[in-house]
Structures are given as structure tokens and as C-alpha cells.
């Protein structure tokens, strides 16, 4: 149905004559009767008004189908920072139904995943925002430290809270019900970080084993695995002879690259992460749009240094990134957080 009938169709049902929804608008009669007759368009401006009048949400005038509705809440999900109570309302009841409704429940489960977790970000900022400030006035304040922890990701150091136990039989469970075929590797990467994370080396090691039989495995990451379980068992040298040797099997490999920036990342070795961190984003240069990881990881290592001139001018290649080559506009919540970023940096300059 056009926009033009579904006006009319709801401005009848609400019992309004087109003067009557003109004077509530703040246009002409002639305005409406062309809306409905499709002469014309309302302005964007009051799509909102219209949709207040009648009761209805915006996507509802434009009576769209349920494939184009969830595309447009995948669409918002990535370019809004925030969404308004009314409007995680009306998502959260749509994608409901639709987890009765539609077929596709995987996609609908997803999705409704992805919007509690935009609304857990957009909450967390204001956590960390009020959390920081009431602990500056006064660091005694112990629940906003563990308010911050949660917000923030932060280290915990208390093994019995800190520890992935949870997630670590999850996935042994995912990989145990997996009917895929081919099996996947996710689950496996997933399982694999979270027990070299606990130091669970011996079952990390066993899992890697079983995750090189995959036919769909990286095999560049296996050397990467390895690295980082000697590394979990205190040996610095041995995951050191591991990298360097699977460097000269795959030093054109962009994915790789990226892995051995973040294990001298992780070693502290920050010279040579941002070299290769630099030699990853050359490489992808013909598999465009790049992601902007490796700008990122370069700029908080400039950061740690202090060298925050470099800092800033990372989220300059990463805000044109995502404006040149993923198309982005300035008020898209990535370009809008790059240019948050980037001005949080610029104030440790004036403080230089």
C-alpha cells in the first residue's frame, strides 16, 4: 500500500476530515488531499507528526513488509547510537511476534539479540560516564568502581569471578551438539580464547588439535594458537620461535599479519606491532572496505606512549575509512564514536 492510501486509510479510521488533520499538522487541506491522491510526499519533518497523530510507528505508514522492516532495524542497528524507549518498544514487540511468526529463526533470535546489546552499549557509555565522575569525587566509592569494572570490560582480579568457566562449557557444549556440515570452526576459536585466557593450556592444546582436522580452519592460526598457549605456560622463548617461523610461511597473509601485530601487542613489544599492524592494512589494501582493527590497535598503542599527536591522526585514517570506504555520513554512530575518540585524545594534547 502506498503512504498516500495508508494516510487516508488511518486519518478515516481516526475520524479526522482532511481540514481537521491539516490544522493538527500545520499545513494546507490541499497538502493532505495531494498526500492521499500520492500528487505528492509529506516532509520527512512530519513523518513523526503524522505518525504521533495516528498512533502508529514511522515504518507502519510506509506500510512495509516484514523482510523490509527487519532489514531497516538491522540497518539502525548499525547506524544509531541510541535508540529512543519508543522505538526499542516497537522493535522489541515486532521482532517478538516474529519469533512466533516467522520461519527464519535464527535471524529473528540474532536480531534481538543485536538490539538488547545496542542497548546495553548505549547504557553502558552512561554507566562509565556518572560511575567515573562520582569515583573522582570520591574514590571510596566502591560500587561505582565495580559499576565501571562491568561497563568498562575491566580487569577482575578475584580468580572465582574472574574466571570463563561459564562460557568455556558452553561452547564444549555447542561443539558437542554441532550437526553442521562442514562443522564449523567458530565455536572452536571461541573455546580455544577463553581457556588460554584461564591458563587451561592442556585442554586449549587438545582443542587445536581437533580444530586443525576442520575443513574449513585457518591454518594460519594454528601457529598463532600455539604462540599464545606458550605463552599462557610462562614460555616467552618458545612462542617467540613459533611466530617467527610461521612468518616466513605466511608474510603476505593479511590475517596473519593482524595476529602477530596483536601478539607483540600483547608481549609489549609495541614497535613491532605497529609495523605489522601497518604491513596488515597494506595488504588488504585491495579487499576494500578494510575493517579498521589495525588503525585502532595503532592508535592505543600511541596512546599508552603518549604519543598522542600520532594517536589522533590513526582515528583520522579510521574516520576516513569509514566515510571513503564504507560509505558512512558524519552523524553514523561509528563515524560519530571514531570522532569521540578523537577528541578525547586531542584534550591529553592540550594537556601536553
Known amino acids: 500500500m502506498e503512504i498516500g492510501n495508508k494516510i487516508r486509510q488511518l486519518r478515516l479510521k481516526a475520524c479526522l476530515t482532511q481540514e481537521q488533520l491539516a490544522t493538527k499538522l500545520g499545513v494546507s487541506t490541499q497538502s493532505v488531499s495531494k498526500w492521499e491522491t500520492s500528487i505528492t510526499m509529506p516532509d520527512i519533518t512530519l513523518l513523526p507528526l503524522l505518525a504521533g497523530e495516528f498512533g502508529v510507528s514511522i515504518d507502519e ?3 512495509l513488509t516484514v523482510n523490509q522492516k527487519l532489514y531497516r532495524i538491522e540497518k539502525r542497528l548499525d547506524l544509531d547510537e541510541e535508540f529512543s524507549i519508543s522505538t526499542f518498544e516497537e522493535y522489541e514487540n515486532f521482532l517478538k511476534l516474529q519469533l512466533e511468526e516467522n520461519e527464519d529463526k535464527i ?3 540474532s536480531l534481538l539479540a543485536h538490539l538488547y546489546h545496542h542497548r546495553m552499549e548505549s547504557d553502558s557509555k552512561k554507566v562509565s560516564k556518572y560511575a ?3 569515583i573522582m569525587r570520591n574514590p571510596e566509592k566502591k560500587d561505582c568502581q565495580w559499576l565501571l569494572q562491568k561497563a568498562e570490560g575491566a580487569s577482575i582480579w578475584d580468580w572465582n569471578v ?10 564444549k557444549a555447542v561443539i558437542e551438539r554441532d550437526t553442521i ?4 570452526p567458530l565455536p572452536y576459536y571461541e573455546l580455544m580464547d577463553n581457556l588460554i585466557a584461564d591458563h587451561r593450556t592442556g585442554e586449549a592444546t587438545r582443542y587445536l588439535k581437533i580444530y586443525q582436522t576442520l575443513p574449513a580452519h585457518k591454518p594460519f592460526l594454528v601457529p598463532v594458537y600455539e604462540a599464545h598457549i606458550a605463552l599462557a605456560e610462562y614460555d616467552v622463548k618458545k612462542a617467540d620461535e613459533i611466530m617467527e617461523k610461521a612468518l616466513e610461511r605466511f608474510e603476505d597473509n593479511s590475517g596473519f599479519l593482524f595476529e602477530t601485530a596483536q601478539y607483540f601487542a600483547r608481549r609489549c613489544n609495541y614497535e613491532k606491532a605497529i609495523e605489522y599492524y601497518e604491513r596488515s592494512w597494506k595488504a588488504d589494501e585491495t579487499a576494500k572496505p578494510r575493517f579498521t582493527d589495525a588503525l585502532q590497535g595503532i592508535s592505543s598503542i600511541y596512546e599508552i606512549l603518549g604519543e598522542y ?3 589522533a591522526k590513526a582515528y583520522d585514517r579510521i574516520i576516513v575509512c569509514l566515510k571513503d570506504e564504507w560509505g558512512y555520513e558524519v552523524e553514523d554512530a561509528a563515524v ?5 575518540q578523537k577528541k578525547r585524545i586531542e584534550i591529553k594534547i592540550k594537556k601536553q
Open 61 to 63: 505508514l510506509f506500510d
Open 107 to 109: 535471524k529473528i533470535l
Open 132 to 134: 567515573r565522575e562520582a
Open 162 to 171: 574472574g574466571n570463563h568457566t561459564a562460557l568455556i562449557d558452553f561452547y
Open 181 to 184: 556440515v562442514p562443522k564449523t
Open 309 to 311: 599527536q600520532k594517536a
Open 336 to 340: 560519530l564514536d571514531a570522532e569521540r
